[in-house]
């Protein structure tokens, strides 16, 4: 049934409109009001399949699922804020004793806040204190936040940065993004060698002296930026660049942690181990939190040195702590169905590039995929206004999607959805890439 925007829809958005900062959201008329499992409803009714998780957010179903409802509900009525950096409290401490079982041996130091930038923040500055160096780099492409330290970092789209700047000690290098190689080659382990390369010769020997370098910030599959898959070669070559300088490797796993990809770590695809992790979105099944997990080797800051007000708030811990033993006690189950929610989608968006000369790429690890579309295959050349009109087309069918770097579509749906679901979803989006693709050219 198509979506109607009614009166009330169009009287919330002005009112948004007159009060509130403007943020990002001009994509379409969603105005949220409850939903459960794989559907949510807006204020008037119209019922949606959700494939954005609510930016990555609901990795166990729209508004969580039971056990993390209930476990909030609970901790309600005995304490919210324990002020966790200057009092003791048990839940966190349990919590966190549970999460570090999730990462490869050896880290045991843990830090709570409230979102991802946070969680950035932490890591930049426990990088600089453990190593006593001020440099960071980063990637362009990446998204780690919207604060000061992280938003340094950060190099998607400029106007994220605008007027903010200048952000000294932190050098960007090019990530490598096989299917718009920076270096010009088609060759995946070609593109990783290239840009291993370039950081080696351009900002170690001409820019930035490794011994003054504290971290490499990276997301294991670039978010924001495009969803783009690295090479195994980067990777490892960055860890192997890290150890032979003393630098630490930083995952940024804000959008790929918990399970996304099929694994509690993206990361571990790689077979490689940060030094430090950051995790945020779908931890707290959708209470604000943020998490960053160091090699206990590293050591721990003076008292003092680093805290906060809200890191370890007994809403985010409560749900926290159903989500991870939800997901410890369906670790199996969970992980082979998104596998094979991932071959479903994976092999109908196959079919789909087949028929529409609009889809140029199609990449994904788990639940964690992309649709790259494009004007024409052959040049490549990105199909901006293409992706929006899809993207609308989708949401006045029923379907919520979000997008991805120049041309990327987001299909990041619950982890737990239903394969009707899917199926019904994957049914829309096909029917607005059949109806955007007239002008695209396969070849
Ligand atoms: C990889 C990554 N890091 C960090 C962030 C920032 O998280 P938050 O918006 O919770 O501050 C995001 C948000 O999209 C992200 O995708």
Redesign the pocket.
Same mark, same amino acid.
């Given at each position: 049934m198509r979506v109607r925007v009614d009166k009330r829809i169009k009287d919330i958005i002005a009112r948004d409109k007159a009060v509130m900062l403007k943020t990002t959201k001009e994509r379409y008329p969603f105005v949220a009001d409850h939903g459960s499992g794989d559907h949510v409803y807006d204020v008037s009714g119209n019922k949606f399949i959700d494939f954005s998780s609510f930016? =990555?957010v609901y990795n166990l179903g729209i508004n969580a699922n039971s056990e993390v409802r209930e476990a909030v509900k609970e901790q309600v009525d005995l304490l919210m804020h324990p002020a966790f950096t200057d009092f003791y409290a048990e839940r966190p401490v349990r919590f966190a004793e549970k999460l570090v079982k999730m990462f490869p041996k050896g880290f045991g130091k843990v830090f709570f806040s409230n =979102?991802? &930038?946070?969680?950035?923040e932490d890591a930049i500055k426990l990088s600089r204190i453990f190593t006593k160096r001020q440099y960071l780099l980063s990637f362009y492409n =990446?998204?780690? $936040?919207? #604060?000061a330290g =992280?938003l340094a970092l950060t190099a998607s789209k400029s106007i994220q940065r605008k007027h903010y700047g200048p952000f000294p000690g932190v050098i960007h290098a090019p990530y490598p993004y096989p299917y718009r190689c920076p270096f010009g080659t088609e060759d995946p382990d070609e593109c990783g060698q290239a840009s291993l390369d370039y950081l080696k010769k351009n900002i170690l020997d001409k820019e930035a002296p490794p011994d003054e370098i504290a971290a490499i910030f990276f997301?294991p599959v /670039? $978010? +924001?930026g495009g969803y783009i898959i690295p090479p195994q070669n980067f990777i490892k070559g960055l860890r192997e660049m890290c150890d032979d300088y003393g630098m630490l490797l930083v995952a940024? +796993?804000? /959008? #790929?942690g918990y399970m996304r990809t099929g694994s509690f770590l993206a990361l571990e695809h790689f077979g490689v181990e940060a030094d430090i992790y &950051?995790m945020?979105?779908s931890t707290a099944g959708g209470i604000?939190f $943020?998490v960053t997990v160091s090699r206990s080797s590293l050591g721990d800051v003076q008292e003092g040195e680093h805290a906060n007000t809200f890191g370890g708030n007994l809403l985010a811990i409560a749900a926290a702590e159903a989500s991870l033993d939800y997901i410890n006690r369906n670790f199996r189950s969970l992980r082979s169905g998104i596998n094979s929610r991932s071959s479903i989608v994976m092999r109908r968006l196959l079919e789909m590039q087949e028929k529409y000369g609009i889809i140029g790429e199609i990449r994904g690890i788990g639940l964690m995929i992309g649709i790259e579309l494009v004007k024409d295959r052959k040049t490549r050349e990105p199909a901006e206004k293409e992706r929006s009109a899809v993207l609308e087309e989708c949401f006045y069918n029923g379907l919520i999607l979000l997008p991805a770097g120049r041309s990327t579509i987001r299909v990041i749906p619950p982890l737990t959805i239903s394969i009707a679901s899917l199926e019904e979803g994957l049914d829309i989006l096909e029917n607005a890439l059949q109806k955007h693709s007239k002008r695209s050219k396969a070849r």
């Amino acid at each position: 049934m198509r979506v109607r925007v009614d009166k009330r829809i169009k009287d919330i958005i002005a009112r948004d409109k007159a009060v509130m900062l403007k943020t990002t959201k001009e994509r379409y008329p969603f105005v949220a009001d409850h939903g459960s499992g794989d559907h949510v409803y807006d204020v008037s009714g119209n019922k949606f399949i959700d494939f954005s998780s609510f930016i =990555s957010v609901y990795n166990l179903g729209i508004n969580a699922n039971s056990e993390v409802r209930e476990a909030v509900k609970e901790q309600v009525d005995l304490l919210m804020h324990p002020a966790f950096t200057d009092f003791y409290a048990e839940r966190p401490v349990r919590f966190a004793e549970k999460l570090v079982k999730m990462f490869p041996k050896g880290f045991g130091k843990v830090f709570f806040s409230n =979102s991802g &930038t946070e969680a950035n923040e932490d890591a930049i500055k426990l990088s600089r204190i453990f190593t006593k160096r001020q440099y960071l780099l980063s990637f362009y492409n =990446s998204f780690h $936040g919207r #604060t000061a330290g =992280s938003l340094a970092l950060t190099a998607s789209k400029s106007i994220q940065r605008k007027h903010y700047g200048p952000f000294p000690g932190v050098i960007h290098a090019p990530y490598p993004y096989p299917y718009r190689c920076p270096f010009g080659t088609e060759d995946p382990d070609e593109c990783g060698q290239a840009s291993l390369d370039y950081l080696k010769k351009n900002i170690l020997d001409k820019e930035a002296p490794p011994d003054e370098i504290a971290a490499i910030f990276f997301e294991p599959v /670039q $978010g +924001e930026g495009g969803y783009i898959i690295p090479p195994q070669n980067f990777i490892k070559g960055l860890r192997e660049m890290c150890d032979d300088y003393g630098m630490l490797l930083v995952a940024d +796993e804000v /959008q #790929t942690g918990y399970m996304r990809t099929g694994s509690f770590l993206a990361l571990e695809h790689f077979g490689v181990e940060a030094d430090i992790y &950051t995790m945020a979105k779908s931890t707290a099944g959708g209470i604000p939190f $943020g998490v960053t997990v160091s090699r206990s080797s590293l050591g721990d800051v003076q008292e003092g040195e680093h805290a906060n007000t809200f890191g370890g708030n007994l809403l985010a811990i409560a749900a926290a702590e159903a989500s991870l033993d939800y997901i410890n006690r369906n670790f199996r189950s969970l992980r082979s169905g998104i596998n094979s929610r991932s071959s479903i989608v994976m092999r109908r968006l196959l079919e789909m590039q087949e028929k529409y000369g609009i889809i140029g790429e199609i990449r994904g690890i788990g639940l964690m995929i992309g649709i790259e579309l494009v004007k024409d295959r052959k040049t490549r050349e990105p199909a901006e206004k293409e992706r929006s009109a899809v993207l609308e087309e989708c949401f006045y069918n029923g379907l919520i999607l979000l997008p991805a770097g120049r041309s990327t579509i987001r299909v990041i749906p619950p982890l737990t959805i239903s394969i009707a679901s899917l199926e019904e979803g994957l049914d829309i989006l096909e029917n607005a890439l059949q109806k955007h693709s007239k002008r695209s050219k396969a070849r």
